[in-house]
């Protein structure tokens, strides 16, 4: 009996070609690499990339897999630094560079402008935030002026 399924499975190609994939998936803020075709065999990959500045988060290779396609990544939106909102939280960064522009995940150091200090003193490093999914939480400042002791 298996012998005989095997034999039908065999004289039609049409449940092969159920198997097949349509093009994959389009991904918001990033692609495919490569050329797109039409139709994919099972167990054929193609491989996703993002945008510039995008962080990539799960599986790059993605498979057919029996006329599915497997889990694609996604694309996370990086973090672009707002002046207006650093400048009203009194906060600059604590290591110049160029562009404002951080990827998720990437850890961001601000100080506070002269004569003011953050408020969270008890945590270690009070003016380190990272980026999540395009968003940061600023630090705040506040203008507590040092007081001195002069002995
Ligand atoms: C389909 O592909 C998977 C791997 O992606 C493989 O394990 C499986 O045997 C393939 N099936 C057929 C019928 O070719
Ligand atoms: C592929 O997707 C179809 C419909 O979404 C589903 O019925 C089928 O079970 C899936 N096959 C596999 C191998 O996941
Ligand atoms: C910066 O943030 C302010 C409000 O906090 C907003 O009005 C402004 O449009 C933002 N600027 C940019 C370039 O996103
Ligand atoms: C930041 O500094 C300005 C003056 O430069 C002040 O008006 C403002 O209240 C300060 N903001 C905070 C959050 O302390």
Not at 22 to 36: E, F, H, Q, W, Y
Not at 43 to 59: A, I, M, N, T
Not at 121 to 126: D, G, I, L, M
Request: overall charge negative; aromatic content about 12%.
């Amino acid at each position: 009996q298996v012998f005989l399924l095997n034999l039908i499975a065999s004289l039609y190609p049409l449940s092969e070609m159920q198997q097949d994939c349509a093009s994959p998936p389009v991904i918001k803020n990033g692609g495919v690499l490569g050329p797109l075709l039409a139709s994919y065999k099972n167990g054929s990959w193609v491989e996703y990339g993002c945008q510039h500045y995008h962080f990539l988060d799960g599986p790059s290779i993605v498979y057919c897999d029996h006329g599915n396609w497997t889990e694609q990544p996604t694309c996370l939106e990086p973090c672009i630094l707002n002046v207006t909102d650093m400048d009203s939280n009194n906060l600059t960064l604590k290591w110049r560079r160029e562009k404002l522009i951080f990827l998720h995940g990437d850890l961001i150091e601000f100080e506070c402008k002269q004569g003011y200090d953050f408020l969270q003193t008890a945590s270690p490093s009070p003016g380190r935030t990272q980026c999540d999914h395009g968003r940061l939480k600023y630090p705040k400042c506040s203008c507590e002026k040092k007081t001195f002791m002069f002995i």
